[in-house]
């Protein structure tokens, strides 16, 4: 079945260092990438998404890169302070729908002041 | 503005009870409804979908069903839960675009 790898599953940067995540995805309709950031004993929110006509995507700290031709994107977050940590997820719609979304595994941001 | 009510936040439950987790949309029409499992380390996995009233697709075979009797309310339930139901338990919306997520409940069988 379709499925999104995500890497790394933990990731530990000191305050003001830049973070990256990255998801490879294999259903080639895919069209739709958003990322999710879950705090803890929360639901996980939007913090960003891409569509598959945008190759680059960019909201103050935040930018998200999509490489179609590979079926991978990756989260940057840029200048990280403490209020970053939490688990973020990447997910790629499925079969060209939108609505239907497969989630990575998460990745565990800790931002040590 | 549009809004998603999930409850119970947690319930703690027997070995072989029913369930019953609702979850209730505001401020949209006819949204697409889901219900996902989240267990540790295994990000975030779809049970059921819903298009619209009555219309419930399942993902992946379990001991788990789902129901939507109005347009904005989704249901998930079980007859008799096994341990390994426990879990933290998203119900989301969509309107063709993004995913908004309920708080979640987290599930225990004991």
């Known amino acids: 079945g379709e499925n999104v790898e995500q890497h790394p599953s933990t990731l530990s940067v000191q305050e003001g260092d830049s973070a990256v995540i990255k998801c490879t995805y294999s259903?080639?309709?895919?069209?739709?990438f958003p990322w999710y950031k879950q705090e803890l004993g929360k639901g996980p929110q939007l913090i960003i998404d891409?569509?598959?006509?945008?190759g680059e995507k960019k909201d103050q700290r935040i930018a998200v890169t999509l490489n179609k031709t590979a079926k991978h994107f990756s989260l940057h977050i840029t200048e990280t302070q403490p209020e970053d940590s939490a688990v973020y997820f990447c997910?790629?719609?499925?079969?060209?729908?939108?609505?239907?979304?497969?989630f990575g595994k998460g990745t565990k941001l800790s931002v040590k002041p | 503005s549009q809004t998603i009510h999930q409850w119970p936040a947690t319930l703690v439950q027997p070995v072989g009870s029913p369930l019953s987790l609702e979850c209730t949309v505001e401020?949209?029409?006819?949204?697409?409804l889901y219900w996902y499992r989240q267990a540790a380390g295994r990000g975030l996995q779809l049970l059921f979908y819903?298009?619209?009233?009555?219309?419930i697709s399942s993902e992946v075979p379990q001991n788990l069903s789902a129901s939507r009797p109005q347009d904005r309310q989704f249901i998930l339930s079980s007859k008799k839960l096994l341990l390994s139901d426990s879990g933290f338990y998203l119900c989301?919306?969509?309107?063709?675009?993004?995913?908004?997520f309920g708080q979640g409940t987290r599930l225990t069988v004991v």
């Open positions: 259903d080639s309709a895919s069209n739709y």
């Open positions: 989301a919306w969509s309107d063709g675009g993004e995913a908004f």
């Open positions: 997910a790629a719609s499925i079969g060209g729908s939108q609505g239907n979304l497969i």
């Open positions: 401020g949209t029409s006819n949204p697409n």
């Open positions: 891409i569509r598959s006509n945008v």
């Open positions: 819903s298009v619209g009233i009555g219309q």
